[in-house]
């Protein structure tokens, strides 16, 4: 065999060990596993990031770094299909 078709059958093996790994993580749908979570963010937004609305306050203040990491990844993609359909011009 190849070393390229080893190394596809490889990391294919190991993407697979991690999705079925992830599946029997999850808690069953409907029984939710954070719920002192919600009641904390509930209770806490509007004194700890000066906002009434919870939504914002968990996209921008609680889970900033995710929300740039997102935004980072969206521009890149567009970024990345702007270079590959721009015209050359000679």
């Known amino acids: 065999m190849e070393?390229?078709?080893?190394?596809?059958?490889?990391?294919f093996s190991l993407l697979a060990v991690f999705f079925f790994f992830g599946i029997f993580q999850l808690h069953?749908?409907?029984?939710?596993?954070q719920v002192q979570m919600d009641d904390y963010i509930i209770t806490h937004t509007?004194?700890?990031?000066?906002?009434?609305?919870?939504?914002t306050?968990?996209?921008?203040?609680?889970?900033?770094?995710?929300?740039?990491?997102e935004a980072t990844i969206l521009f890149s993609a567009v970024a990345g299909v702007l270079l590959i359909f721009?015209?050359?011009?000679h």
């Open 3 to 11: 070393k390229r078709m080893i190394a596809g059958i490889l990391v």
């Open 86 to 89: 721009r015209r050359v011009r």
């Open 57 to 69: 306050s968990v996209v921008f203040d609680y889970r900033g770094f995710d929300t740039l990491g």
């Open 28 to 33: 069953p749908f409907g029984e939710p596993g």
């Open 46 to 55: 509007q004194n700890e990031t000066g906002t009434n609305n919870g939504v």
